[in-house]
């Protein structure tokens, strides 16, 4: 699987994720591990659904080239295992968003795939006649 199809699922998943997000928060900004969970696993608040939103909608829009979807797949890679690593220094994000619960594995997982992804992309050579 390449790089921008990697983007592209990522993108159009987060999107989805998003959108569900919106749809269990109902607005709330509470960003504890009560707050409202995805699954009854995940919590999310708004600034925590529109984060899933522009990592998705940059997923996409990256998806459309090699150079893009690779910078894509390396920085979101980078940014979840960050957020895996401070899900268990402060569960809350600061008060912002809640990080801990099961979001700290699934950041992780997350992470180590799109920067493995990210980082050992090769670009495809052209078929030549």
Do not use: C
Request: glycine letters at 16%; charged letters at 5%.
């Amino acid at each position: 699987m390449t790089v921008q199809r990697v983007a592209q699922i990522f993108g159009w998943v987060f999107v989805l994720i998003a959108v569900w997000g919106f749809f269990v928060t109902g607005g709330s900004m509470e960003a504890g591990m009560d707050a409202p969970a995805i699954l009854g696993l995940f919590p999310v608040n708004v600034l925590h659904n529109l984060a899933h939103l522009i990592l998705g909608i940059w997923g996409i829009v990256a998806s459309r080239s090699f150079g893009s979807a690779r910078s894509y797949a390396q920085i979101a890679g980078i940014l979840y295992l960050v957020l895996a690593v401070l899900g268990f220094v402060d569960p809350t994000g600061f008060g912002l968003i809640p990080l801990g619960g099961g979001d700290i594995a699934l950041h992780a997982v997350l992470g180590l795939i799109l920067a493995g992804v990210g980082f050992t992309a090769k670009q495809g050579r052209a078929a030549t006649a």
